[in-house]
Structures are given as C-alpha cells and as structure tokens.
C-alpha cells in the first residue's frame, strides 16, 4: 500500500478516538453533575423543610367517640375518650362537661329513668326516684360538674362571648337540674338551676343560632314544669319559671334533629315525651333511629318493641332490669 495511504488512514483512526473519548468524556460530566446535587437543590430541599406539616387535630374525635359510646353504654371506654381530650385540650370545660355527663347518663340508665316505665309515671317524673336520696348520690358527677362549670365560668371573666363556656354551663347547669330533680329530690335547687340554664342557653343563641345542643336544656325543662299540675305551675310562673309542654316538644325536636354531640340524648326524650302524649308512632320513628345507630344499647331496642304494633312484649334486657 502507498506510504500516502497509510498515513491517511491512521489520521482518520485517530482523529475517530479522539471523537469518543471527548463523547465519553462529556457524557460522564453529566452524569457525575446529574449525580450531585445542585446549589439550587439544595436551596429547594431547605425552603420545603422550612415548610410546616399540617396534621389533622385527633382531639375533636376523641369527644365524638366518647359520646358514641356513651350511648351504647360503654361508660368506661366513653371516659377513656374524655380523658383523652381533655389531655389534648386542658384548657376546654368541655372535656369535663363530657365526663360529667357520662356518670350521670350512667346514673340515669342503672335507675331506669330513661324509660316509658318512668317516664310515663307522673308520681316517678315529677317527684324523683323513691328511696333514701343518700343512696343514688352520684359524688363523681357533683365534682366532675362542678370542675366543669368553674373551667367555664373562668373563661367567660376573660371572654363574655365565648359561646364553648356558655353551652357548656348550660350542659353543667342543666345536668345538674336533672340530678337535684330526679336523683336527690331537691325540688327548690332544681327548679334554680333549670331557671339558670335556660338564661344561659338563651345567651348562647343569641351569640350562636348553631349551638342546638342548648335547646336539650330548654326543652327538656319546658315539657316536665309543662306536666305538671296546673297549681304547681301557677306557682312556679309568679317564680319566673315556666313550663309549655308544647314548646318544650319544639324545642327538643329542634335539639333531636340538629344537635351534635346531644342530638341522641334529645331523641330519646322527645321518644318519651311522644309515649307521654299518646303519639307512639312519633316515638316509633326515633327508637328505630336510636336502635339502629347504637345496637349495643339494649334500652332502645327494648323501649322500640314496646311501640311496634301487634308485637309481644319482650323480656327486659339486662340494662333496664
């Protein structure tokens, strides 16, 4: 082969080397600069840090799982909720309102109070239960309430609007009405705090139009002073304090079809009060909600058969025995 030919073809051999290695080469560079983090990486990965984590507050759930289960007669875990949201919220009165609520709830279930049984009785409704009142006192309920109230009414010295502080007195107060009325028969002191819860409820409706849960208090407190003897209530109007079974019916449907953490409350009430005004099929709509939505609670399958048409009256469940 001519000298010339060969040392062109070594040229081009070399001059193609040189083109791969400077190919290779750059395409190394990137991926050792794909490899390493960027000053603008950096700045990005440092600006997310900086950025705060939204979590989702557990403790409004802890409040409506304690309620759930107090109405399915779990007393004991509905007060591991409480305890739970009054660990997450110290400073809410509402965490020992819901405590409160659940030993007198639990009270008024072992005594059978929430029934047609006494319900429907007037000498039981209007006077209380019968025996020494010594021994229904419930000393759990007194001072979880009244640790309730102080909490609330501490808040309202600094914030007079605070509409949490005065559904919870109106809880507390109204709670209280019931266990003076109904538990330890002090008549008087009853009829003072029913008076003063539904001052309080009338405050929190004014501020809140939402708050449904205050119309328990209210109506609950209209309908009782409402079946009372027409004397006793002509006593009680010169005293301010007035029953309408009428509108205390209105006021607890309010309560039973708006509520929140009451709303189950009301209906049995309201269920009751329908029986007491002769109108079971009204009482049969709610029972059948109640039974529905809380299985476990054998007081509203039980108080349901009793208003089925055509049914056998069934045995007593446990609970109401």
Known sequence: MPIALRSRGWEVACVATCVI??????????????????????TQKRAA?????????????FLANGF???????????????????????????????EAASYLFQEL?????????????????????????????????????????EMANNQLKTNPGDT??????????????????????????ALSLTRQAEDEAHRLLALDPGAKDAYVALGAAHYIIGCLPGYKRAV??????????????????????????????????LALAYRREHEPALARVL???????????????YELSLVEPHAATPDKPQCCK
Not at 27 to 42: C, H, L, N, W, Y
Not at 73 to 90: I, T, V
Request: aromatic share 8%; net charge negative.
């Open 287 to 301: 029972l059948a909600q109640l039974a529905e939505q809380f299985p476990a609670n054998g007081r509203f399958a």
């Open 236 to 269: 009680l109007w010169f005293g301010g304090i007035h029953g309408d079974r009428e509108k205390g019916i209105k006021e607890m449907k309010v309560a039973a079809a708006q509520g929140t953490y009451l709303r189950p409350f009301a209906k049995i009430l």
């Open 21 to 42: 290695l400077v190919c290779a080469t750059s395409v190394m560079a990137r991926g050792k600069r794909a490899s390493q983090p960027t000053e603008q990486d950096e």
């Open 164 to 189: 949490n502080a005065l559904l919870v007195l109106t809880m507390t107060d109204g709670m209280e009405s019931d266990y003076d009325q109904l538990i330890e028969r002090k008549q008087i002191p």
């Open 109 to 149: 279930n072992t005594k059978g109070v929430l029934s047609s049984e006494f319900f429907l009785d007037d000498n039981k409704l209007l006077k209380g239960l019968s025996g020494d009142p010594s021994v229904n006192a419930n000393p759990e309920f007194m001072e979880t309430n009244d640790q309730a109230r």
């Open 68 to 98: 759930l289960q107090l109405y399915s007669l779990d007393f004991e875990g509905a007060r591991h909720e409480f305890a739970r949201y009054q660990e997450a919220r110290p400073d809410d009165p509402m965490g020992k309102a819901a």
């Open 49 to 61: 840090a900086d950025v705060p984590t939204v979590t989702a507050d557990p403790a409004p759930t």
